[in-house]
């Protein structure tokens, strides 16, 4: 199989963007949630965060081996989002790979130089309605998402909490706490890819948790489905930066 036959129909990449544990067992999904976001820097630092602009790289897998590109990820109240991701192909013969994926906090659209561009519906547009920013743990309940302790469990050397999130439309998700720090280090997720024809579970890890005005923020994630997987590092980050509205929107033409 080449390169540019697998890209053709299985390079989707899911951002998540997106973007979301103690000695003692915690005895409902609310607390833990709570502990999670009081660990991140509380309620009010994080009510302070209006918008938020990330840049770092993107080491994606391939049949034909490890390629790279930037990232950039951008993330506005209440829950606007637009993530751009460009990946030289040319040792492959095929050029610059270029995704814009947007979202207006009603609508979704990509911009996709090598699958076209196409508007985000379904499965996946339900998903990013559910987001928040700067973190959807903020308004879950507002949202009517539904929250479910399933207990307590081992995750490599780390004791967990496991969490469901489930919301009134779109996908559940597992939300794996750390007990000791309560930072969210594991997501599950399945979700409905068009591009594949078929439901798609993703897993993304997250890592380096670092404290940008007062706000904790993984500065590596790394996201695994059946089909591919990528490591996002993070080189920077921008709180409460002007970002027009527009830049989200779906294009004109």
Do not use: C
Not at 224 to 236: H, K, L
């Amino acid at each position: 199989m080449t390169l540019k036959t697998w890209t053709a129909s299985k390079i989707v990449l899911a951002m998540l963007v997106v973007l979301p544990s103690a000695s003692a067992y915690a005895q409902t999904a609310d607390e833990v949630i709570e502990k999670h976001l009081a660990a991140l820097g509380g309620r009010e630092a994080l009510a302070k965060i209006t918008s938020r602009t990330m840049a770092g790289t993107i080491a994606l897998t391939t049949p034909g081996g490890e390629v790279t590109g930037t990232i950039q990820v951008f993330g506005k109240v209440p829950n606007k989002s637009r993530t751009l991701i460009k990946v030289d192909l040319s040792q492959f013969g095929i050029g610059e790979l270029v995704v814009d994926q947007r979202f207006d906090g009603t609508v979704g659209y990509v911009l996709d130089t090598m699958n076209g561009n196409r508007d985000i519906t379904g499965n996946q547009l339900d998903n990013m309605r559910n987001s928040g920013f700067p973190t959807p743990f903020l308004t879950y309940k507002e949202r009517g998402n539904k929250a479910e302790l399933l207990g307590k469990e081992k995750l490599g050397d780390r004791d967990v909490f496991v969490v469901q999130l489930t919301p009134q439309t779109g996908s559940a998700s597992k939300q794996y706490f750390d007990a000791e720090t309560y930072m969210v280090i594991k997501t599950v997720t399945t979700v409905n890819v068009p591009q594949l024809g078929r439901d798609v579970e993703q897993t993304s890890e997250l890592a380096d948790y670092r404290a940008v005005d007062g706000v904790k923020v993984p500065y590596k994630v790394t996201s695994t489905n059946p089909v591919q997987s990528f490591t996002i590092t993070v080189s920077s980050v921008e709180h409460n930066k002007e970002l027009d509205d527009a830049s989200f929107a779906k294009p004109d033409k």
